[in-house]
């Protein structure tokens, strides 16, 4: 019991913490309640990752969506993908899965080539260069992640399955 106390205690001082800076950082006095809140601190601590991240991939001449087009090659690796796979996959479905592909494709870390089967359709297979590179990425990613690790794995555990509730019923609402 007293264990879960201290629980309650840590999530609601870093609940306090992050709502008195998510105030201060964009400069707004008050909510209309408590899921307006929800929807600006997620939409903001979003941003907040992904802009960390490409500082971090910025010394590897990547951004996060080439990042994300790269790993989701590697995860089809030896196999190609289409660019319909990698748009269904992206993180970032605004994101121009076709022009990633041709920034890739110059930095020499995937390569394309048509179908043989449909010369309308795209193939693209991730380099040798471009797997050593997300080697490296994953060397260096070790390190990133610890500054999460303000959160205990419980938490980290309950958050994501806060967020995978989140959209699960969102989604579900639409059918």
Known sequence: MHGNKNRCCNIICIYIYLYMKLKEAIKQ???SNEYQKLVVNIIFT???????????????????????VLRIL???????????????RMLDKMSNASRIVDKLEQ????????????RRKVNVVITEKGMKLLDE???EQKDWLK???TLSKSEAEELNN???KLRTEINNQKK
């Open 74 to 88: 590697r995860g089809q690796h030896p196999n190609p993908a289409s660019v319909n796979l990698i748009i269904e």
């Open 107 to 118: 930095k020499k870390l995937a390569t394309r080539a048509f179908c043989k089967d449909d």
């Open 162 to 164: 806060l967020l995978d």
């Open 29 to 31: 006095g008050s909510f």
């Open 147 to 149: 500054a999460y690790h």
């Open 46 to 68: 979003g941003n907040w990752i992904t802009q960390r991240n490409n500082e971090k991939l910025k010394q590897f001449g990547l951004t996060v969506q080439q990042y994300n």
């Open 137 to 139: 990425i994953d060397k």
